[in-house]
């Protein structure tokens, strides 16, 4: 189960995105590129929501002598999920509020990556267990989702994701 989980997202998608890129960026459309880039991030977050789901299977089977629990391969992955989608959204608000207040370049992508730091921290963060559910957080899921809702909710976004992709490669 686990290592079928992974083969969702080991694929030919990141070959075919960058051939499409190219013929797009000859052909000049800058729109059917921003389509292509969200539809290969959904296919992203859809392999790293069946992971979660799978290795909770795995998980839930290697650490019961006999008895499956149930609340531990369902209800544990929907949490750690929709734990990551809030806490990456809040984080999304709050920088988008934030980052208004700099308008260097360079403050404004000092402010960006201490946001991706600062999420990944929080994500870290070990949360006690309520009624014998485990509660975890995805790192890469919360920065996923930060970036989808500032993206989605900042005026100037185009301009700062190009300063990053200028700073690391993608």
């Known amino acids: 189960v686990l290592f079928g989980s992974g083969f969702v997202s080991v694929h030919g998608g990141p070959f075919g995105a960058v051939v499409h890129e190219d013929r797009i960026r000859q052909l000049g459309d800058a729109g ?18 069946l992971f ?20 531990a391969i369902i209800l544990e992955p929907i949490i750690e999920v929709a734990f ?8 999304g608000i709050i920088f988008t509020f934030i980052e208004r207040f700099f308008h260097s370049r360079s403050k404004r992508l000092a402010v960006s990556v201490a946001f991706v730091f600062l ?22 899921l919360s920065c996923m989702m930060l970036g989808t809702v500032f993206c989605n909710i900042c005026d100037f976004s185009a301009e700062l994701m190009d300063r990053l992709d200028r700073w690391t490669a993608p």
């Open 32 to 49: 059917l590129n921003v389509a292509h880039a969200g539809e290969g991030a959904l296919e992203d977050a859809v392999g790293l929501v």
């Open 84 to 91: 990551s989608l809030l806490v990456g959204g809040v984080m």
């Open 52 to 71: 979660a789901v799978s290795f909770g299977i795995v998980k839930a089977l290697l650490a019961t002598s006999g008895a499956v629990s149930i609340t």
């Open 119 to 140: 999420t990944v921290a929080i994500t870290m963060i070990p949360f006690p267990s309520i009624g014998g559910v485990h509660i975890a957080c995805s790192p890469l």
